[in-house]
């Protein structure tokens, strides 16, 4: 069996093409939401609007397929997921630190960048614990998932332990369990309404979508009936219009499951595995980097340009930020991202192979 690749999708030689395209939409559906929160939408109703506002969701899906990937393989696990994601998560901690500082020195930061760095924000963000117990929308906005999911990978061998010799009836419980609980104490929209603290809620989202992905993958460890698959790739089509037209969140949380399901078990319908292996590649720099530029060049764009406030102004900022961001995601891969796990993953491991070279990661 060839090497594994790295800590993420690709395990053992493992490379699984629609789970790594899965994770560019996901990652895509969150920027356009970043995009779209900022833009003056005021009194705009639109179902694709609103389906774009549900990007929040696409966080829970990153959560589900991390859940199900790690359960497949743990070996040098902890060394590659550091390696994959710190780099780039404090080199835009820097860079957006760095960028707050000059505006605020200047008297020109806007005041959704001033409160975007309380008193001690920085040292939280670097070490990873800025939404351990509290809500840390803060800084690099996308980033406190960063922070649940690194918590996650700590805590993940005593999160496995009840699926190291329950059977698939016992994985099928824990996801029943676990949606009720997601539905309970996370959906706005649930009739009895129970309070979660909202300090608590990002280390509940994780915990909830992982822990479904960790079942999902105890369900297909042995085998999966044929009819998965195309269920799954229905439950993807119909995740869109529950976005667009359900209130609720909890519907298109549960069509993650069997999506990411199917998406593990066969390539996305129409996808090529080149642009999977792309997809997925930037999934996790989109994610990272676009947190800035969107925040940033929004905020300054809005308040410097009267004309964007128009219809055709957002026609062409939307684009535009999405483009930069892409942009910068790519070169961020290139220069920072695949360098920098390559020596961490080489210097902690002795692992020199040249896998790593194109290792793709889940994000």
Known sequence: MARARDGGDAVQGEFLPGLHALRGLAALWVVLFHIFYLLPLAGVVHPLIDAVFRGPLGVDLFFVMSGYIIARRYRDFIVRRLARIYPLHLLMLLCTAGFIALTIRSGDAPPELIELAPPGEFWRHLFLVQAWGRYGHSLNV?????????????????????????????????????????????????PRGLPTPHDWMPLLR???????????????????PAWIVPLGWLAGLAVIPAAMFLPADWPAVLLFLPLTA?????????????LARVAGDLSYP??????????GATSLLLEHVPALHTGAGMVVLTPGLLALSLLLAWRAHRRVETPARRWIVR????????SLDKAPSAA
Do not use: N
């Open 262 to 274: 199917a998406a593990a078990l066969r390539p996305l319908p129409g996808c090529p595995e080149r």
């Open 286 to 295: 989109l994610y990272i980097v676009h947190g800035p530029v969107v925040v």
């Open 206 to 224: 994780g915990v909830l979508s992982f822990g479904c992905g960790m079942a999902l993958e105890r369900l297909l460890r042995d085998g999966a």
């Open 347 to 354: 210097r902690f491991t002795g692992d020199a192979g040249p």
């Open 142 to 190: 996308p980033a406190w998932s960063i922070s649940v999911e690194w918590l996650l990978y700590l805590l993940f061998p005593l999160l496995a332990l009840p699926f190291v010799r329950g059977g698939r009836g016992f994985a099928l419980l824990c996801i029943v369990l676990l949606c009720g609980l997601r539905i309970a104490f996370i959906d706005d929209h649930h």
